[in-house]
């Protein structure tokens, strides 16, 4: 008889039916297990903060910890500064990589001929791939040499900050973009185009709006995003604990953000110190920050929804 | 304005807009490697920084980095692929499944620097493991775990349902009907994530900093309770803490760094694309 | 002829859906061995809810209620303790749709009998042979076993599912719609190794249309929205039926 090789893979190998029993039962088990793991990990990231970082909210009156004045040395530690930090940088990031984002999504989708959109959306997702440490380095050594020369006192600010920031979250806000317009029903725009809207006219005041759910959640993520944006921000925003003012020239200036602050100091600190609970205290903010961003985009367009808006990769 | 013009106007400014985000991409990536090419040499990948990292190679950095990309996986690839294998087979429409995936969700949001701290809290100091490779390696492995969980997840999502019926009307039990109809034909999804999540787990300095990471260890780590340089962390310190630095030792370990990263993203795209291609049904 | 034992035996069915629809109410019927039992109504009468019902496929589906008791050989198969495993063995099911699962011809048909514990080669190439011999598919594939089943065409496809219950040895074969997406050549080809098979096994199906029951049934049953209007011997039941609905539904009035 002409029989076949044994094929891998596909056929499983004779088993005793007890042995198979009791395997599955522990494979079971484990998959069951792992499948906790997440909710587990999550608490433990959650109880390690708190165990490092309670000190501070204990020792330090709440006033004085979100005080105005970030000055380790003097053992003040006033976290307004670094707030206000990240705030600026990432306000910064979204109000360059919206607009930028959302033009670019609507050149991909309604104007790009097909084959120049093949070779465009490749080089957008490498963007997503370029490490934060490149782009900070880059920034660091070359865009802000560039930008002191523009006329600014130093080329570390807040502004250098949000322009690699934003790059940084393009590839995410154009792919939710793209998918954001692509879920408008095409007789939106037909209808549109019919009564005499040049096509432009139909993306702006038909499109857009009906695809405004989608890009909401795409904010709330990027802010999300950039707010917890380490290193590239470390090496760009000149790390000035400072709030910034009108006075001083705002979005020019240098500042500090939060995550910069735990990056840059925890390497100097003495375990168990104020100082050292205090960055944990930090950790604390933007985990809590972070926590209320995504459960609220759950709650808003479901688990999936954020799954989708984060492009698939989470 | 007539209509037409106003609409020709629209028309150039989305491409100009268009071109502002594409071809500082391009530049990016030319940018680098022009600079870094000439640093470029066996020498530099083979041999440890000298001379205050001033002279020499990268070596130590570099196999560092694989070191942790390898201890990523170990970590990462156990309990991410019995996350969405439970999610995919066995969870029902429950509040535990919701909570799960709600953690999930809440896992990728998370600032890479609080898995550093999470790190530094459990792995280093709670559990003694000190500044090491190990405790580097669970940091970022549970860091990459929602990037593969969903990757993998869709990919067993993605294996028709009838293969499971007919397995199962064939007598296999759930566990074999998993084993030999839905893993095989969800694995080069799965790979795919999990060469997503190292790719971006070896590009990651900040979950790196107070867990492994070493400012300057030119010997080579000798077992995984050992600190490692890494060639993020390696590419942070030779740009900004270390004066006097030659240009191009830092373009060329950037441009390094830039080419495991893309590869591991190139690799997973070549391994989706291949897969499908190969695909029977 | 000599009343044998029923190897299926229903008693007061009920099933219901997760939607609270209700897809069978109050069935009872008997399947005697060695005859094609045919399941036949208009569609959403429950035909194939019950056929899943036979080797607890409908497991499967979450959120059902059931009452009522299905008994192979007498012994109730949502009894607790039932091997569910070796039920799809002994009472295996063939799809309306030919699915078969990646891999060789081969492969498919050792999957079943590899996950019952046959280890020996030989014992699983006599098995091959025997079942696609008893399948009608034996002279058209002997030779390219190891070639992947998604080269077949859909009636060979059709074939080698039946084929792949067959050997798992069951006592009883649930055909749901086998010839639903088959040309009238391969459809004959399916019917024609039925009246072969019932020599051996005994046969629960769901036809592709009255005509098809009426050609293949020994016994049949008519089902019209979850309930059994009328149940027995199928030549009777095609010429004389009992009830005026099995009547206008045999000669089209509806359905």
Known sequence: MAVAKERVGASPPPEQQSQVKWGERIIETVIKMGGISSIVIIALIFLFLLREGLPAFLDIPLRQLFGPTWYPIEEMFGMLPLLAGSLIVTVGAVAIALPLGLTTAIYLGEIAPPSLREILKPIIEVLAGIPSIVLGFLGWIALAPLIQNLGAPTGLTAFTGSLILAYMSLPTIISIAEDALYAVPKEYRDGALAIGATQWQAIWRVVLPAARPGLVIAVMLGIGRAIGETMAVMMVTGNAANIPSFQTGFFFVPVRTMTATIAAEMGEVAQGSLHYSTLFAIGIVLFVISFAINSLAGRLVGVDGVRRSRGGML | ?281 | MAMSDPVISVRNLYFTYADETEALHNINLDVLPNQVFVLFGPSRAGKSTLLRLFNRLSDLTDGTQRQGTVAIDGRDVFEAGVDVSALRRRVSMVFAIPTPLPGSIYDNLVYGPRLAGVRDKVELERRVERSLRQAALWDEVKDRLDASAFALSGGQKQRLCIARSLALEPEVILLDNPTSGLDPISTATVEESLFELKDRYTIVMVPHSVQQAARVADQAAFLLDGELVEVGDAERMFVHPQDKRTEDYITGRFG
Request: glycine share 8%; charged share 10%.
């Open chain 2, 1 to 281: 304005m007539s209509r037409q013009q106003a609409h020709r106007l629209a028309v150039v400014v989305l491409t100009v807009v268009a071109a502002i985000v594409v071809i500082p991409i391009i530049l990016v990536i030319l940018y680098v490697v022009w600079k870094g090419l000439p640093a470029l040499s066996w020498a530099f990948l083979t041999e440890a920084p000298r001379n205050g990292m001033k002279e020499g190679g990268i070596m130590p950095a570099l196999l560092g980095t694989i070191l942790l990309t390898f201890g990523t996986a170990i970590v990462s690839f156990p309990l991410s692929i019995a996350t969405a294998i439970y999610l995919a087979e066995y969870a029902g429409d429950n509040r535990l499944t919701r909570w799960i995936r709600m953690a999930i969700v809440n896992l990728a949001g998370i600032p890479s620097i609080v898995y550093g701290l999470f790190g530094l809290g459990m792995f280093v100091l709670f559990l003694g493991f000190g500044t090491s490779i190990l405790a580097g390696s669970l940091t970022l492995g549970i860091m990459t775990m929602p990037v593969v969980i969903s990757t993998a997840e869709e990919a067993i999502l993605a294996v028709p349902q009838q293969f499971r019926t007919v397995s199962l009307s064939l007598g296999a039990t759930r566990w074999q009907t998993i084993r030999y109809q839905v893993l095989p034909h969800a694995l080069p999804g799965i790979i795919t994530g999990i060469i997503l999540g190292l790719g971006r787990a070896a590009g990651e300095t900040a979950p790196i900093l107070f867990t492994v990471a070493a400012f300057y260890l030119p010997e080579l780590p000798r077992s995984i309770f050992d600190q490692t340089m890494a060639l993020p962390y390696h590419l942070y310190v030779i740009s900004t803490q270390v004066p006097g630095m030659p240009l191009e030792i830092q373009y060329g370990t950037a441009l390094v760094l830039l080419l495991i990263v893309l590869s591991f993203t190139l690799v997973a795209t070549l391994v989706r694309t291949q897969m499908r291609r190969r695909r029977e049904w």
